[in-house]
Each structure stands twice: as structure tokens, then as C-alpha cells.
């Protein structure tokens, strides 16, 4: 049902791409950011603040060079602050590089998030024609094209409410049909979506294989290795503003795992590794009932949570937990396991620990990220390892109100008689 | 790695992408786009409540008949026009485009924001479909405004198809300045509010309630201050050409032409400023929001 599940293995479907026609070509891109440590946006303040102004520069992106190919889906990943979205807005004239130049060949779409510049006011039909305008189109042409927008979206009883009334997966759903419809030959996408039903789901994949065999060609940001795998031909990864790989999306995927895995517990603040990493996590992934691994579950399915851990120091009772987090940042629920009763109750240097959770998916559909912690001697106190995004992945299913999608049964009878 | 030039095909010559900017995505884009954003704006008041379009006409006309009733009935108020309630409703009108349009302008760029950060948008059509709806609306109040012409008993000269000279100054003046108000409100955001006041202000030093010219005894400040307001010009000369041909025009009721230009001056700086500024803040727009 997921998307990964129905995938050709990653590489497969590799054209030449060596003789293809350059259409995109970036070369020493270069952008930073003032970040003031008081921002000014105030006439009043400027007017009564004097003398200097603590500013800092953020370099988001220092000489990134890198060209794309006719019919390539080329995928940008790297963790966030890497500078990857800050590249796409460069690529979509929504940013103004400070240094280096963009070249590219063909008509591009405007958008690199799906839905942006939808009217809730007005209706289906409206907000085509408004989008197929900013895409580029006539507007008798956009307005020509709306069967064709509906059609694929499954939307045509719908085409004169307004989007407002619209529930968020047939927006979605809308929203993806529009891109698709239009022509352009080159796509920047801002994370691939993977909200809607398990059906939609389907399409959207399809869809993307589609587009991965046409002579269009997509640019993809992302942190979502497995759609890299899938669906890219080529992947770069971004780190702190330089281009760290670039080649075969396996292995610029192992190398963002790697990345993020193996980044040593040095920075500050919240979103850092901490612990006294007295043990190290190998890997960690979540993987669907028949043993693939999966980035998106549907609601009510059954999914593993795999992690294997390797002790670094020698190591007394620890405990393995993980921890999901929802979209608004709420612990959701968790799980947690110690070393089997029994046997030794400690690991040795260099001894690895396979951790396996069988989960019923609960949650809600969002985006979730799940935590994980190691404890010493049965202690919340005795750190040794705290990983604040081991994984994310995404729920998909129908709405439901609140966290999780309660596992029930109900009915309705009308009483007879009185 | 990279193939040489000259073998590929035209249609994939890669040409240089210039960024972000005020007209960005050609010019047919453009003017569908501001179009149609406009139309829809515009749809939008129509058909947004319940009594759409009649709201719109509700404001001016309110505030012209308190003002009618204030400055006939209570105050008696000696401005030697011939027609003074249509005189004081024709400049209502006219006013509120501006108001409306300037007012618009000066936060559209914010209300935009999910469109400016994640699509390539020509930025100015933001501010300037926002001058656009209110022109949309000038062309329905001023039908009722020539209803009131025509009931007043004022009869049709050739000098009513000399409008568009008074329009086109009217529109440049305030395109300028939704142009100018849109980028500042960006960098500071209290730009909106001075402007508020501003133009609440600006409304009594413009000749609405009172022409330049045939007021007696208006203090000098006053006259000082009318006579540097650009709005002021195209005011009075619409008077002459439009309701009275008697009354002197925009160059008379200065007192010759080199008291017109302190105000020629401001209209001009305004475009200047208005289309440098937003020029110069076009392309950062999406990273200051």
C-alpha cells in the first residue's frame, strides 16, 4: 500500500543520461542570511535604536556547483539548515543568489510546494485557472484543462465549491493533479506528499514513476531516503551549505544516514545527541509487515521498528527506548525494552544489541519523528545515549480527530417504539 | 562530464534565470496574472457577504451624507460651489480610490506571503492588483455618481471625455504609491498604521470638502498645504471639466502655474521613490517575510 512497496529496486530504469542536453546548470551558488539577534521591522524601532546592531551572517550555501540533465529526477537531501531549501528557491527565482549563476533549458513550474496559491474563497474551477495561469498557461489554455485536472483528481462533482469546504487530502489531491496537468518540462519539488488515502497513495506513485521515465525532469528536496531511492537517478547531498556526495542515490542515501547517525554529540541545543555515547545506534528503521523498510505507514497497519545498537564502552543494564513524536511536537507513545532476563545483564565493547518493536500503527495521519534513548543501570539519570530524529516517516489514512485513530467499534440503532 | 555546447539541440539552450524580481516570468504572465487576481479579488467583495457589493458603496456614501448634513445643516459652510452635494460625493469617490487602493497596497505583500516565499512571482502584481480592484470599484461608484450629475440638472460637456487626462494622474499617483508603501511595509511593519493616519489626515488637506479656489477664507496654512498635495490639482481641474465649466481650473485656483509645482514635484518624487524602492526590494522580498 505504501509507496515503497510496488518499486522496481533502486537504480533499475537508469537511461544514458551522459548525452542528454544540460538543463540545469548551477554554478558557485552562493547565499547567506543576515540574522540579527533583534530583528528591526519596525520603522519606530530603527528610528530609536542607535549605535551598532549585533548581526550574523548565516551562510546557507557556499559555491554550490551541480547540473541536472534532460529526463533526470534528481534528488537534494541533507538535514535541515544543510541549505537544500534555501537551493530550490534559488533554482525557482524565489531567492536571489549572492554569488554564482543559474542557467537552465525549458519551461519551469513555479511552485516547489504543492497547493501554494490556492484561494480558499474561491472554487475548484477558479483556483485551476488562477494556477494553470501562474504555471505559465494561456488563460483559455488553463481553463481548457480543467477536465483533464478533475479527471485525474477524482474531483469533478466538486469543481464549483470552494476549496475552503474541501477536505485536506482532496486539496492535496488537487493540488498534485495541477501540477501534473501542466507541461512544464522541469519540476522543483519541496518533499514529495504523502497525505490522502491508501488509493491516492498509489497514484501519486504512479505517478512519480511516470514522470521519472518522461523526459521531464524533476529536482527533489528531501529527507525521505527511501523516495531518493525510488525514484531518483541521481541524488546530491547537501551539508552545511557544500555538497557533500554526489552519484548513485544509494549511496548518497547511506552517506546522509551516515551522517546522520554518526554525528558526534558536539553541538548545543535541543535538536543534539547527547549522552555520554558510551553506546553508538547503527541503524535504526522502521519496516512494513513483510520485512520492507517503509517511510509511510497507512493508519491500523502493522509496523517493526528496527534498531541495532553497538556498545562503544563497556555497558550495565541498559534499556533501549524510543519515543514518537507527532506533528505538533507531542509525545504520542513509545516503546521500551532491556536485555533479555537471565542472561548477562551487560555489553560488552563492541557487542551489538538488535532491537525489533511489532507496533499497530495508532496514529493519526501527520508526519511523525521518533526519539530514542539508552539508559544505564536501570536509571533515568545514567545517560548514555539521547537521539532527538532517529527516524521520520508518515502516516497516511483517512482523518481522524486528535492524536491517534482510536481502534474501535461502533454502531448506530434507532430504538423503536415510545 | 558536461556534453559540449554546440552539439545540443536549440531548444535546450540554457538561458541565464535572472531571480526574483518585480516583473519576473514575462510580460503575458503578468498581465494574467494581475488579471485575474484582481478579477477574483474583486469577486470576493461581490459575492463575500451577504449584501456583496452594497458594502462597498455603503462607506463613501455614508460618509458623504454625514458630511453633507455636518457641513450644510450645522455648520453652514460658504465654498462657492454650485452644486455642493454632488461636488462633495464626486470627490468622496475619487478619494476613496485612492484611500482604497494605497490601503490595500500597503499590507498586500504580506497577506501574500504563501505565494511570494514558494512560488517564482512577478511581485509586482501584488500591490498592483490591489490598485486595480479599487479602480474596479471607482467604475461602479462613479455611476452613481453620475446619477447624481444628471439629477442635480447639470448638463453633459464635451470636457466629460477629458476624464481619463484626470484619471491617469489620479492612477499614477497612487500605483506609485502602493508600489512604495508595499515594499517599506515588508522591512517595517508599522508602515501600515502610520499610513492609516496618514491618509485619514491627508483627507482634510485635499480639497474635498472644500475647493481650493472658490472657499473664502481659508487660512493660508491651509492653502499652503492644499497647494503642495498633488491630489489637489487633479481635484480641482475634475470640478471644472466634469460638474462646473465656470469654476477656475487646476492652474487658476493655484494662482498660476509655478504654484503648481511644489506639488508636480511630489508627484513626481512619489514615482520616482515608489518604482526604485520596489525595484530595489523585489528580489528580497521572500527572505524578509
Known amino acids: 500500500m505504501a509507496i515503497e512497496t510496488q518499486q522496481s529496486p533502486p537504480g533499475s530504469g537508469r537511461r544514458g543520461f551522459a548525452t542528454a542536453p544540460v538543463v540545469i546548470e548551477a554554478r558557485g551558488i552562493e547565499k547567506s542570511f543576515a540574522l540579527a539577534s533583534h530583528k528591526v521591522d519596525s520603522l519606530k524601532e530603527r528610528l530609536t535604536t542607535f549605535g551598532h546592531r549585533d548581526v550574523k551572517q548565516l551562510h546557507a550555501l557556499r559555491g554550490v556547483s551541480f547540473e541536472v540533465r534532460r529526463g533526470e529526477f534528481?534528488?537534494?537531501?541533507?538535514?535541515?539548515?544543510?541549505?537544500?531549501?534555501?537551493?530550490?528557491?534559488?533554482?525557482?527565482?524565489?531567492?536571489?543568489?549572492?554569488?554564482?549563476?543559474?542557467?537552465?533549458?525549458?519551461?519551469?513550474?513555479?511552485?516547489?510546494?504543492?497547493?501554494?496559491?490556492?484561494?480558499?474563497?474561491?472554487?475548484?474551477?477558479?483556483?485551476?485557472?488562477?494556477?494553470?495561469?501562474?504555471?505559465?498557461?494561456?488563460?483559455?489554455?488553463?481553463?481548457?484543462?480543467?477536465?483533464?485536472?478533475?479527471?485525474?483528481?477524482?474531483?469533478?462533482?466538486?469543481?464549483?465549491?470552494?476549496?475552503?469546504?474541501?477536505?485536506?487530502?482532496?486539496?492535496?489531491?488537487?493540488?498534485?493533479?495541477?501540477?501534473?496537468?501542466?507541461?512544464?518540462?522541469?519540476?522543483?519539488?519541496?518533499?514529495?506528499?504523502?497525505?490522502?488515502?491508501?488509493?491516492?497513495?498509489?497514484?501519486?506513485?504512479?505517478?512519480?514513476?511516470?514522470?521519472?521515465?518522461?523526459?521531464?525532469?524533476?529536482?527533489?528536496?528531501?529527507?525521505?531516503?527511501?523516495?531518493?531511492?525510488?525514484?531518483?537517478?541521481?541524488?546530491?547531498?547537501?551539508?552545511?551549505?557544500?555538497?557533500?556526495?554526489?552519484?548513485?542515490?544509494?549511496?548518497?542515501?547511506?552517506?546522509?544516514?551516515?551522517?546522520?547517525?554518526?554525528?558526534?554529540?558536539?553541538?548545543?541545543?535541543?535538536?543534539?545527541?547527547?549522552?555520554?555515547?558510551?553506546?553508538?545506534?547503527?541503524?535504526?528503521?522502521?519496516?512494513?509487515?513483510?520485512?520492507?523498510?517503509?517511510?509511510?505507514?497507512?493508519?491500523?497497519?502493522?509496523?517493526?521498528?528496527?534498531?541495532?545498537?553497538?556498545?562503544?564502552?563497556?555497558?550495565?543494564?541498559?534499556?533501549?527506548?524510543?519515543?514518537?513524536?507527532?506533528?505538533?511536537?507531542?509525545?504520542?507513545?513509545?516503546?521500551?525494552?532491556?536485555?533479555?532476563?537471565?542472561?548477562?545483564?551487560?555489553?560488552?565493547?563492541?557487542?551489538?544489541?538488535?532491537?525489533?518493536?511489532?507496533?499497530?500503527?495508532?496514529?493519526?495521519?501527520?508526519?511523525?519523528?521518533?526519539?530514542?534513548?539508552?539508559?544505564?543501570?536501570?536509571?533515568?539519570?545514567?545517560?548514555?545515549?539521547?537521539?532527538?530524529?532517529?527516524?521520520?516517516?508518515?502516516?497516511?489514512?483517512?482523518?481522524?480527530?486528535?492524536?491517534?485513530?482510536?481502534?474501535?467499534?461502533?454502531?448506530?440503532?434507532?430504538?423503536?417504539?415510545? | 562530464m558536461s556534453a559540449p555546447a554546440g552539439t545540443e539541440p536549440a531548444a535546450y539552450e540554457l538561458r541565464e534565470i535572472e531571480g526574483p524580481s518585480a516583473l519576473g516570468g514575462g510580460s503575458r504572465r503578468f498581465f494574467d496574472l494581475l488579471w485575474l487576481i484582481s478579477v477574483t479579488e474583486f469577486k470576493k467583495t461581490f459575492y463575500g457577504t451577504a449584501l456583496g457589493y452594497v458594502w462597498s458603496l455603503f462607506r463613501p456614501l455614508l460618509l458623504f451624507s454625514v458630511l453633507l448634513v455636518v457641513f450644510t445643516q450645522i455648520i453652514k459652510f460658504e465654498t462657492g460651489a454650485e452644486h455642493y452635494a454632488v461636488l462633495l460625493l464626486f470627490n468622496i469617490v475619487l478619494f476613496t480610490f485612492f484611500q482604497e487602493a494605497t490601503g490595500g497596497a500597503v499590507t498586500s505583500v504580506l497577506a501574500q506571503e504563501g505565494i511570494v516565499r514558494k512560488t517564482q512571482f512577478p511581485r509586482l502584481v501584488i500591490p498592483l492588483s490591489s490598485v486595480l480592484v479599487a479602480l474596479f470599484s471607482l467604475g461602479l461608484n462613479l455611476v452613481i455618481v453620475l446619477i447624481f450629475i444628471l439629477g442635480a440638472g447639470i448638463t453633459p460637456t464635451w470636457t466629460w471625455l477629458l476624464f481619463p487626462l484626470i484619471l491617469l494622474p489620479l492612477l499614477i499617483l497612487t500605483a506609485a504609491l502602493a508600489l512604495l508603501l508595499s515594499a517599506l511595509n515588508v522591512r517595517f511593519r508599522d508602515v501600515a498604521i502610520i499610513w492609516t493616519v496618514f491618509a485619514t489626515a491627508l483627507f482634510y488637506v485635499t480639497p474635498i470638502l472644500y475647493p481650493l479656489s472658490t472657499t473664502?477664507?481659508?487660512?493660508?496654512?491651509?492653502?499652503?498645504?492644499?497647494?503642495?498635495?498633488?491630489?489637489?490639482?487633479?481635484?480641482?481641474?475634475?470640478?471644472?471639466?466634469?460638474?462646473?465649466?465656470?469654476?477656475?481650473?487646476?492652474?487658476?485656483?493655484?494662482?498660476?502655474?509655478?504654484?503648481?509645482?511644489?506639488?508636480?514635484?511630489?508627484?513626481?518624487?512619489?514615482?520616482?521613490?515608489?518604482?526604485?524602492?520596489?525595484?530595489?526590494?523585489?528580489?528580497?522580498?521572500?527572505?524578509?517575510?
Open chain 1, 74 to 418: 534528481f534528488g537534494i537531501v541533507g538535514r535541515n539548515g544543510s541549505g537544500k531549501s534555501t537551493l530550490l528557491k534559488i533554482l525557482a527565482s524565489i531567492y536571489a543568489a549572492d554569488a554564482g549563476r543559474v542557467r537552465m533549458a525549458g519551461r519551469l513550474a513555479p511552485f516547489i510546494e504543492l497547493g501554494v496559491g490556492f484561494n480558499p474563497e474561491l472554487t475548484a474551477r477558479e483556483n485551476v485557472e488562477l494556477n494553470g495561469v501562474m504555471m505559465g498557461l494561456h488563460r483559455a489554455e488553463a481553463r481548457r484543462r480543467l477536465g483533464a485536472v478533475l479527471d485525474f483528481a477524482e474531483l469533478g462533482d466538486f469543481v464549483d465549491m470552494k476549496l475552503k469546504n474541501y477536505s485536506s487530502g482532496m486539496l492535496v489531491r488537487l493540488a498534485f493533479s495541477v501540477m501534473i496537468q501542466s507541461d512544464a518540462e522541469i519540476l522543483l519539488i519541496d518533499e514529495v506528499l504523502a497525505v490522502g488515502d491508501a488509493s491516492f497513495q498509489q497514484k501519486c506513485a504512479d505517478v512519480f514513476h511516470e514522470i521519472r521515465d518522461s523526459d521531464r525532469t524533476v529536482v527533489l528536496v528531501t529527507h525521505d531516503m527511501h523516495a531518493v531511492e525510488h525514484y531518483c537517478h541521481r541524488a546530491m547531498l547537501l551539508h552545511d551549505g557544500v555538497i557533500e556526495a554526489e552519484g548513485e542515490p544509494d549511496d548518497v542515501a547511506r552517506r546522509y544516514l551516515r551522517l546522520n547517525f554518526e554525528r558526534a554529540p558536539r553541538l548545543e541545543g535541543e535538536d543534539d545527541w547527547g549522552g555520554s555515547a558510551d553506546v553508538r545506534l547503527v541503524d535504526t528503521w522502521l519496516e512494513s509487515d513483510d520485512g520492507e523498510r517503509v517511510s509511510s505507514v497507512e493508519t491500523g497497519a502493522k509496523v517493526r521498528l528496527q534498531a541495532v545498537f553497538e556498545a562503544v564502552r563497556e555497558i550495565n543494564q541498559p534499556s533501549f527506548g524510543f519515543v514518537f513524536t507527532n506533528p505538533d511536537g507531542v509525545d504520542v507513545g513509545g516503546v521500551g525494552q532491556e536485555l533479555p532476563a537471565g542472561g548477562p545483564q551487560k555489553l560488552e565493547p563492541g557487542q551489538r544489541v538488535r532491537i525489533s518493536a511489532e507496533i499497530e500503527n495508532q496514529f493519526a495521519p501527520g508526519r511523525y519523528v521518533v526519539k530514542c534513548w539508552v539508559f544505564r543501570n536501570q536509571s533515568y539519570a545514567d545517560l548514555a545515549l539521547h537521539a532527538p530524529h532517529v527516524i521520520d516517516f508518515v502516516v497516511f489514512g483517512d482523518a481522524t480527530s486528535g492524536a491517534i485513530a482510536l481502534k474501535h467499534e461502533i454502531s448506530a440503532v434507532i430504538e423503536e417504539g415510545q
Open chain 2, 216 to 289: 473664502p477664507g481659508l487660512p493660508k496654512v491651509v492653502k499652503d498645504l492644499l497647494l503642495v498635495n498633488p491630489l489637489t490639482p487633479i481635484l480641482t481641474q475634475a470640478r471644472t471639466w466634469i460638474l462646473e465649466p465656470s469654476a477656475p481650473g487646476a492652474v487658476a485656483a493655484a494662482g498660476g502655474w509655478t504654484h503648481l509645482l511644489p506639488a508636480a514635484a511630489i508627484f513626481v518624487l512619489v514615482c520616482v521613490a515608489g518604482v526604485w524602492v520596489f525595484r530595489r526590494e523585489a528580489p528580497r522580498i521572500a527572505e524578509l517575510l
